[in-house]
């Protein structure tokens, strides 16, 4: 049958059966795509979930990481805030003896100032120095006895033998309840 077919004809018969296997495949290559995306969405869907709760679960690893961090630090700090509660609240030694100098009256002076210490509490204070009247020595003395920072102050019999040019060496006992 082809044989009856002019040439010009056959050519076109055969252009034609061309492009219909060539459409053919190409609708079989589209469906077969089609048919591949629509059974690989589920499988997307699945593994884009599953990456996202890794990511999700990294980051709350970090997230717990950083909160066993900060409860670490935050029960530190309690244990140093603990530590500061039990150290006694006693004045710097610089205060004790600029209170101790502002209470002398006119005509004191010091030669030297020695503070015990007791398991890190202040212990009493050893002040050595000069008066030019044991006046001014009794007087020093009942001011630092009157003084809220200190409770006692005593100085020896014998510092107040002389008149004049007194040597003294007092002891000063710093009162319990310091404000």
Same mark, same amino acid.
């Given at each position: 049958?082809?044989?009856?077919?002019?040439?010009?004809?056959?050519?076109?018969?055969?252009?034609?059966?061309?492009?219909?296997?060539?459409?053919?495949?190409?609708?079989?290559?589209?469906?077969?795509?089609?048919?591949?995306?629509?059974?690989?969405?589920?499988?997307?869907?699945?593994?884009?979930?599953?990456?996202?709760?890794?990511?999700?679960?990294? &980051?709350?690893?970090?997230?717990?990481?950083?909160?066993?961090?900060? +409860? #670490?630090? %935050? !029960?530190?700090?309690? /244990?140093?805030? *603990?530590?500061?509660?039990?150290?006694?609240?006693?004045?710097?030694?610089?205060?004790?003896?600029?209170?101790?100098?502002?209470?002398?009256?006119?005509?004191?002076?010091?030669?030297?100032?020695?503070?015990?210490?007791?398991?890190?509490?202040? &212990?009493?204070?050893?002040?050595?120095?000069?008066?030019?009247?044991? +006046? #001014?020595? %009794? !007087?020093?003395?009942? /001011?630092?006895? *009157?003084?809220?920072?200190?409770?006692?102050?005593?100085?020896?019999?014998?510092?107040?033998?002389?008149?004049?040019?007194?040597?003294?060496?007092?002891?000063?006992?710093?009162?319990?309840?310091?404000?």
């Amino acid at each position: 049958m082809i044989n009856l077919i002019p040439p010009a004809g056959h050519k076109a018969i055969r252009t034609e059966y061309f492009m219909r296997v060539g459409a053919t495949y190409c609708l079989l290559f589209a469906a077969v795509a089609i048919l591949l995306i629509v059974a690989l969405v589920p499988t997307y869907v699945l593994v884009r979930a599953q990456m996202s709760g890794a990511i999700a679960h990294e &980051g709350a690893q970090e997230e717990n990481a950083d909160i066993t961090q900060i +409860e #670490n630090d %935050v !029960a530190r700090t309690e /244990a140093i805030i *603990a530590e500061l509660k039990n150290i006694p609240a006693t004045p710097r030694m610089s205060t004790i003896i600029h209170e101790i100098e502002k209470s002398a009256p006119e005509g004191i002076s010091f030669r030297n100032f020695m503070v015990g210490h007791v398991k890190d509490v202040l &212990g009493p204070i050893q002040v050595e120095g000069l008066a030019d009247r044991r +006046e #001014n020595l %009794v !007087a020093f003395k009942q /001011a630092l006895e *009157a003084h809220a920072l200190f409770e006692s102050a005593s100085v020896p019999i014998a510092d107040l033998a002389r008149d004049r040019d007194v040597s003294f060496s007092m002891t000063i006992v710093l009162s319990p309840q310091i404000p």
